[in-house]
């Protein structure tokens, strides 16, 4: 059973930035594909980055491409979100995911196995 526990999150002005982490646990790490979600109040929950397991490859929506970036750390069993120019429309709560499929090309939430208890990202403007 993979435990993923997210920190970083807080309140930011627009065009500023933050630092998420996601700290993993009782599983293969090194193994598992790694996400970011994010779900707005009333929105459904939406894809922000993914990272296969050998941090080679990464995958992101055009909403956030250019201005955030995943990466992981296997040694230390982490993956982070840099999260760049932040806008209003970026506030949400973020959670990370894990799966046992090793790429980075899984982008629904159903085809994640493990979840976090999510971090609170608020972007005023």
């Known amino acids: 059973q993979v435990q993923l526990v997210e920190s970083g999150g807080g309140l930011v002005q627009a065009g500023g930035s933050l630092r998420l982490s996601c700290a993993a646990s009782?599983?293969?790490?090194?193994?598992?594909?790694m996400a970011w979600f994010r779900q707005a109040t009333g929105m459904e929950r939406e894809f922000v980055a993914a990272i296969s397991w050998t941090g080679l490859s990464t995958n992101y929506p055009e909403s956030v491409k250019g201005r955030f970036t995943i990466s992981r750390d296997n040694a230390k069993n982490t993956v982070t979100l840099q999260m760049n120019s932040l806008k209003p429309e970026d506030t949400a709560v973020y959670y990370c995911?894990?799966?046992?499929?090793?790429?980075?090309?899984?982008?629904?939430?159903?085809?994640?196995?493990?979840w976090g208890q999510g971090t609170q990202v608020t972007v005023s403007s």
């Open positions: 009782g599983g293969t790490f090194s193994g598992y594909g």
């Open positions: 995911a894990a799966t046992t499929y090793g790429g980075s090309d899984k982008v629904q939430t159903n085809e994640y196995r493990y």
